[in-house]
């Protein structure tokens, strides 16, 4: 009998998306597994946030020097402590999958310049379009193409929700709140209204090699 192995993962930012990521580990592991290489199994090991939490680590350093986990999921958004995070995950010789966009647009050539110099993988699908696979199609799909022209264009987070309730007559003070409140906007939705995060978004996909003319 072939005997199945443990990858251990560990989530170090808790919040809304988090959680989401947790429950859906949780609720399609089976479907998880049997997509994904023979004699795997997933197990959620440690999360890491602010407030006490399932699994919960006070700090996220605690999970770096842990040898039995095998890949770091970083969900805490922003600069720092990501870029650090992701850096040490790195070198303490842990996979990385993070859905930000902002430490990658910055820190781009100073993370994958880890991961290949240590060996590791870090995957960021859910940095652009969350569920939507527009990374693994440029990189992998277009690998073989030149992209001539970029199409120029703006978005606004959010905002079909804002006009939603906009026809309401609600303030866009009060759209925010309810969509903070609802897990739609961020704590700090400075990035998403000032259009920071369409640009981050850009910015990642134009530094895919397969986005290169």
Known sequence: MIMKRNVKIAIV????VGQGVYKIIEDNRKAIENASAPHVRLRLSATCAKFPKILHVKNYRDILERKD?????????????????????I???KHVITANKAVLAKYWDEIFTAARQYSRLVYFEASVGGA???IQVLNEGLAANHVEKNIRYTQRHNELYIKRNDQGKINFATALLRAQKSGFAEADPSFDIEGIDTANKLAVLSLLPGARG
């Open 91 to 93: 070198k303490s010789g």
């Open 13 to 16: 930012g808790y919040g809304v």
């Open 69 to 89: 986990i095998d890949i770091v999921v970083e969900l805490m958004g922003g600069y720092e402590p990501a870029r650090t995070l992701i850096l040490e995950a």
């Open 132 to 134: 939507i696979p527009v």
